[in-house]
């Protein structure tokens, strides 16, 4: 948070120059309407068009209140996408709005369909979801013993053979199995879980598994992910890491206190303690704290594969929480060095073309763009990333 | 073909040619202008809008977060007021009836884009930030003070919004939004007070000189 203040009126730090080349549209268009005469046969098409409108909307609207009931997908169809490697391209729609990709060598049968649910079973690959809120039908996805819950959100479900990721792009899902840390767990926007799967998994990587946890939750590949496990592992531990295992994290930082973040940071080294204190200070509202626990996660555990998520997180604090675009920059460029997971990765590389633009870098972010646009031509970020920097 | 042919034809053959400097637009006033666009001088009228456009694009955009819709507006609004100069009755207040005209139109549109959403027909995607319509050369802390005050504005409710940003961000006077939000005074300064009691909270604004 900065102390600047703004002058009044605002006027002042706004572009006072509009280009000619806009005023002299602008100008071409009023000309031609002046000259233009308003004939009454013109005004009597205008209702007619605008009758039909109405009438085409009324009927729009009419449809879309009963697609709900309606069923585009036939029930226990099993749907298998044969695409290009890395491009989701086989989608469904769903009579309510519902929209489902399916990736490559993806499998996902329709299990049950009915007014108020529906039922999926991810067999194998990804599937990306979009659930329109406010929906009249309860979504359920099922994976290797894992379920996804959902009324209505935006999310994707990976299963590979020794795991089943869930990533949550908006709203909110609850993943429920055997596997997931206290049966349940709530996920939000921008999180990620992944559950190793306990019939495929290794001994050996069962063994690996952290003590404090006595599920196969491999890793949270998103700070923000809540970790009962490491709450449950400090019975003694101080009041802080109860409170964020209770996710009350207003109390957890009253109970570290204004500078308790950044000490922390320095004493603790687990990177999951490090993960909870940034939790912390994000989620109680004082995002600029959780740039101590984040620098430390990138610079004490690099060889981490969560340290790629630290430093995308690491980068976002900076752009959109603290506004300051040149700091931004180097994190989001040592996400991308650091093998950020591919679902993450075209993000990161939008955020650092917008990052080196606001920061006054247009050579750089040009550059940066053009990496955007040859590695997902068709990115669902093209829009902003053209936007600060357009195509040459 | 003789050079005699080539002469325009009368007196001005034999009178040596002078010279008369004509006054540019910008040495007349708008009320000047006005009278001539009344008269079917299409000159005075390409002067107004060259003498206003600017400003109502620029503030257009930032009431609408469109830059499309706002070059729509500002040719409605432009179209709309030379169609209707003679109802002007103080062409001196050219500049605030055109803005008038624009603000309406902009409740206008921002009330088709209501309904355009809750038809599902509009995504919020689509709208530009406060942040797009900087100058170059503000401090970087500036910069994040508007991107804050962009996330508030966005909260608040359209009325609201239009009239705390033409009183706070285009710098016209209670009395001026009253007139271009067409509603009373009292009403003008309730919203303001709604909205700028939320924007206060976040955004540090120097306080409005005495009116």
Redesign the interface.
Known sequence: M??????????E??????PET??R???G??ES??RRPVRVGSVRLGLVAALACCLV?IG??WL?GHEASRSRVPETTAIEGVIEPGKLARALDFGD?AHITVGPDARLDVLEQAAHNVNLALRRGLAQFDIRPGGARRWQIESSGVTVEVVGTQFSVERSTTSVRVEVQRGRVLVRGAQVPDGVQALDAGRVLIVETARELPASSQERAEPATSAPVRATADPVLPSPRVASAHENAPSWRQAAAAEDWQRAWESLGPEGVKQQSQEVDSIADLFTLADVARRSGHAAAAVSPLTQIVARHASDPRAAVAAFTLGRVWLDA???P?EAVPAFEQALAMKLPATLAEDAQARLVEALA?SGDAARARGAADAYRSRYPNGTRR?AVD?WSPPR | MSNRALRPQGRASSVPARVRSVRGAEQLEDTTLVSRALDGDHWAEEALYRRHAVALLGACTRLLRDSTDAEDVVQDAFVDAFEQLRSLRDPAQFRSWLTGIAVHKVHRRLRRRKLLRALGLWNDRREDSLDNCLATGISAEQFAEIVCLDHVLRQLPDTERIAWQLRYAEGFRLEEVAQLCSCSLATVKRRIAQADALVRRSVAIEEASRE
């Open positions: 900065n102390n600047s203040t703004l002058p009044n009126p605002l006027l730090l706004f572009e006072k120059c509009e806009r005023l549209r602008v100008w268009k009023i309407r002046r909307s729009v609207w879309r709005g603290i506004g300051k040149a606001k829009a936007r």
